[in-house]
């Protein structure tokens, strides 16, 4: 089946830098791709929607100008957690849509910020 | 606005008994699809099923059964003679109109335990 990656798989970084984070649909193209954030022992809660060429869609409560989203190419998709602080230590998973309809997740970035 | 419920939050039964995880949902859309994964302890979510709305069909997978009720709004899970592998986390989801250009809304979870 269609297979989503995400880079890296678990990162640490400092209270104050910058992460980036890929999503990559590996045999599709993907106009369209999610980034999801799922607190410990929590639900998945939608971040963003992001569209391949266009600004992304974020959901209500998410701060656009801290997770900057960009959908640069049909198969690549990145979130940047700017300014990490410790509350954003959370597990981050990104979708994809494939021409087909279906909707595939990639395997989530454990963030944990010190 | 769309909303998924979960009520049970964990679940813990004994190996080779069978249990149903119960979701209830709610849209206006007339259109809609449900999903079920599944996510262990690695955290990546593994698709289970997906179901649309016009389709009331109970489905069987194996051990794993769906059953979908429109007039209930409930598309609950049944597990029958559950394995210790199937201790994970799972969880409802739906979306509305396409399942693919449609973001998901999950439910809550149910943290499922077998015991050997």
């Known amino acids: 089946g269609a297979v989503v990656s995400q880079h890296p798989s678990w990162v640490i970084c400092k209270s104050g830098t910058s992460v980036k984070i890929e999503c990559r649909s590996l045999?599709?193209?993907?106009?369209?791709m999610f980034w999801y954030r799922q607190f410990p022992k929590q639900s998945l809660m939608l971040m963003a929607t992001?569209?391949?060429?266009?600004?992304?869609?974020?959901e209500q409560g998410v701060e656009k100008d801290k997770f900057l989203i960009n959908h640069a190419s049909l198969t690549l998709s990145t979130l940047t957690v700017t300014s990490a602080h410790p509350e954003d230590s959370s597990f981050y998973i990104c979708?994809?849509?494939?021409?087909?309809?279906?909707?595939?997740f990639g395997p989530g970035t454990r963030l944990t910020v010190t | 606005a769309q909303k998924v419920t979960q009520a049970q939050t964990e679940i813990s039964v004994v190996e080779k008994e069978d249990v149903t995880l119960d979701c209830v949902y709610e849209?206006?859309?007339?259109?809609?699809?449900l999903f079920w994964y599944k996510q262990p302890p690695s955290g990546e979510l593994v698709f289970l099923i997906r179901?649309?709305?016009?389709?009331?069909q109970n489905e069987i997978s194996g051990r794993y059964s769906w059953n979908f009720q429109k007039s209930t709004s409930s598309f609950n899970f049944t597990i029958t003679a559950s394995q210790v592998v199937d201790s994970a986390v799972y969880f409802c989801?739906?979306?509305?109109?396409?399942?693919?250009?449609?973001?998901?809304?999950f439910g809550q979870g149910t943290r499922l335990t077998i015991n050997p």
């Open positions: 979708s994809a849509d494939s021409p087909s309809d279906e909707q595939y």
């Open positions: 045999d599709f193209q993907a106009t369209t």
């Open positions: 992001s569209n391949e060429g266009s600004k992304a869609t974020y």
């Open positions: 849209t206006r859309d007339t259109t809609y699809y």
């Open positions: 179901r649309n709305s016009f389709d009331e």
């Open positions: 989801a739906l979306s509305g109109r396409g399942s693919g250009a449609q973001k998901l809304v």
